[in-house]
């Protein structure tokens, strides 16, 4: 069994010619936990490196547990940050488990996309994201990072 | 294949098992994991099965959640994407380790299971299976 030590980046084996070297998948790109004892917050708020006129289709999950809440975590969210006019186009937020539910997508305050979700409770609460870049001239295989992070009491824009 | 994000040592663990099996009888599956119970052991832990009932013709991603504290589980749950299998239960076996169950939808059925150990008290501890069994017993098996 491999230990790697850093994010892991799988590409996608050359299907596509010139491309043998991206990463399609990237693994493992950021961790979060937090044990809010006093419970105050209820949202999360992730800043990635994407900018909004990037022209780039990125998918992010994240993979975890809520403790207090004794549910699993599986969540995405996706979006198309469109070059021409800086806009975010195809958002959309999913969840498979009830552990944290995608809230939103928008544009922080320096123009890097961000992601927030709501959770019922952040008393112990851990997820570990991973990004998909699949997307032929639209961002394939550049690599996504999240770059800041946030616990809020209210569900509106942070960054 | 552990992964340990780039931020930090918490890590995911891909395919930290592998359950198959062709028995056209069993009904259940139980896997016996590396995790004691013991009170000097404690990791909140959530598991995914990810595979394919060949015979329901279902895919299966299947997800068991637990707090393994001093001698006890807590907020245990139990949730599935697809029809392929059902988690269904965490239990300790009688040897005191950490307990699977999951109800199955057909033969020919095979899953790896994921772990992810990321949100709190044993973050990043490697998580294995050492038994399995594929039987019809609903209760605990091991």
């Known amino acids: 069994m491999a230990n790697l030590a850093q994010s892991t980046k799988i590409g996608n084996g050359g299907i596509n010619g010139g491309y043998e070297a991206s990463a399609t998948m990237q693994l493992g790109i950021y961790n979060y936990r937090l044990a809010d004892a006093d ?24 993979v975890g547990y809520d403790y207090a809440g004794a549910r699993p975590i599986r969540c995405s969210w996706v979006w198309y940050s469109y070059s ?23 544009i922080g305050a320096d123009n890097y996309v961000c992601i927030s979700a709501s959770a019922r409770d952040l008393y112990f609460i851990g997820v570990t994201f991973d990004a998909y870049t699949p997307s032929n001239s639209y961002g394939l295989g550049q690599t996504v990072a999240i770059t800041a992070s946030a616990a809020t009491a209210s569900a509106g824009n942070y960054f | ?43 909140m832990v959530m598991i995914e099965a990810v595979g394919f009932a060949y015979g329901s013709a279902q895919a299966i991603r299947s997800s068991w959640c637990f707090y393994q504290y001093l001698s006890t589980l807590y907020s245990v749950n139990v949730n599935n994407v697809y029809p392929g299998m059902n988690a269904e239960a965490v239990y300790y076996s009688t040897d005191n380790f950490v307990c699977l169950r999951g109800g199955l939808s057909g033969y020919f059925s095979g899953f790896v299971l994921n772990a992810y150990v990321n949100a709190g008290d044993g973050a ?19």
């Open chain 1, 39 to 62: 419970r105050t917050s209820r949202y999360l708020h992730f800043k990635t490196n994407v900018l909004r006129n990037s022209g780039r289709m990125v998918r992010v999950d994240a």
């Open chain 1, 84 to 106: 021409v006019d800086g806009n975010l186009y195809s958002v959309g937020l999913h969840n498979a488990y009830p552990g944290m539910v995608p809230n939103s997508v928008y």
């Open chain 2, 124 to 142: 990043g501890i490697p998580i294995s299976v050492q038994a399995q069994a594929w039987n019809t017993n609903a209760g605990n098996f091991y």
């Open chain 2, 1 to 43: 294949m552990k992964v340990f994000p780039s931020n930090g040592g918490y890590l995911s663990q891909y395919v930290a098992g592998h359950c198959q099996t062709q028995d056209g009888t069993a009904t259940k599956v139980h896997i016996k994991l590396n995790l004691p119970k013991t009170s000097l052991y404690s990791a």
